[in-house]
């Protein structure tokens, strides 16, 4: 009688361990299933998200979401001087490019450039650097500016000038003051006018760009930011000859790539020292050195481009303008 109860105590033990294993795989099934999911929606969540990136194959595909990027009238292009027309519009203008920008001025590093704004005027007597002439009808004042470069010295321009590509090539940003908002500007085939400089790295460093590169160790991850703490004006950063440049009708080099802007591109470069190249090289893209960040050249597609060039001995100094605050 001892031994039955015995043997029924030990099958009811048996079962019990039994029972208490299965619970245990099931839990670590359903624990896998749950972390294969989470990781699942995870890599959803981050595909879903996913942004534009320079690489080739992520050009490529910006078309797929933006299909503007896919137009006949993108940018950036080759440039050639042999094929340019003599321009049939007068000199550029720029007013307000001496004064210093308005307080405070940021660095931004937004993931795929280093970008610069001022700060917006509290009142209209306060002066925004703006232009007018030159290709343009009406007066684009500026928004911002942002810079593209290489990895190496070799490359870095969004744009090639007979079949040169420089390391790095600014970018300054114009709306045309009939559009309120940028947003609303970028939905007219004249709502923008972007000023492209270029950069030619060597031995000779330019002092005028320390007041921004002196702040870039400072923004080195992705969404930093810092003030300035010198006065900036536009005028530092551009060429001593802007009697020449050439204009084409084109677009953003970023999506959306709006067929939007009105192109004007200094080619005489500017210089920049090797060291002062690095410091930009040492920014983030986020994971990555934040280098290359450059759209690759589209097609002409039959635009016309014009080249304007110093005529009657005009020097260039005649087409800047100060702007007083009772302006």
Same mark, same amino acid.
């Given at each position: ?17 039994l ?13 896998r ?7 699942e ?35 950036p ?30 660095l ?24 007018f002439g ?7 004042e500026?928004?911002?500016?942002? =810079?593209?470069? *290489?990895? +190496?010295n !070799? ?5 090639? %000038?007979? $079949? ?10 114009h709306r045309n ?21 270029? =950069?030619?790295? *060597?031995? +000779?460093? !330019?002092?005028?760009?320390d007041?921004? %590169?002196? $702040?870039?160790?400072?923004?080195k ?6 003030t300035?703490?010198?006065?900036l ?20 080099t ?9 192109w004007?591109?200094?080619p ?22 934040m ?14 481009i ?7 001995g005009?020097?260039f ?8 605050k009772?302006?």
């Open positions: 009688m001892n031994w039955k109860c015995l043997k029924i105590a030990t099958h009811f033990l048996l079962v019990i361990l029972f208490s294993s299965v619970q245990e795989i099931e839990s670590s099934v359903d624990e299933g749950k972390e294969h999911t989470d990781n929606d995870s890599h959803k969540h981050k595909h879903h998200h996913h942004k534009w990136d320079y690489s080739r194959k992520g050009q490529e595909n910006w078309q797929h979401q933006h299909s503007d990027c896919g137009g006949e009238g993108q940018s292009i080759k440039i050639s001087t042999k094929h340019a027309v003599p321009a049939p519009f007068p000199a550029l203008e720029m007013v307000g490019y001496h004064n210093p920008l308005l307080a405070p001025v940021t931004t590093n937004n993931g795929h450039s280093v970008s610069l704004s001022a700060a917006k005027p509290n009142d209209e007597d306060e002066p925004i650097p703006y232009i030159g290709p343009l009808k009406g007066e684009y500026m928004v911002g500016l942002h =810079f593209h470069w *290489g990895r +190496r !070799n490359r870095g321009s969004e744009h090639i %000038i007979n $079949s040169i590509r420089f390391a790095m090539e600014l970018h300054i940003i003051r009939k559009y309120k908002t940028l947003e609303e500007a970028l939905n007219h085939r004249d709502g923008l006018s972007v000023l492209a400089f270029f =950069f030619s790295a *060597g031995e +000779r460093g !330019n002092a005028r760009l007041v921004l %590169i002196q $702040s870039l160790p400072s923004v991850n992705m969404n930093d930011k810092v300035l703490d010198q006065p004006p536009l005028a530092w950063m551009l060429p001593r000859d802007i009697d020449t440049f050439y204009s084409y009708r084109g677009s953003l970023t999506p959306p790539c709006s067929e939007a802007v009105t004007i591109l200094f005489h470069p500017l210089h920049v020292s090797f060291e002062q190249m690095d410091l930009f090289r040492k920014l983030s893209f986020g994971e990555e050195p280098v290359d960040n450059f759209r690759h050249p589209q097609p002409i597609s039959g635009r016309t014009y080249i304007h060039r110093l005529v009657n005009t020097r100094h005649h087409h800047y303008h100060r702007v007083k009772s302006e």
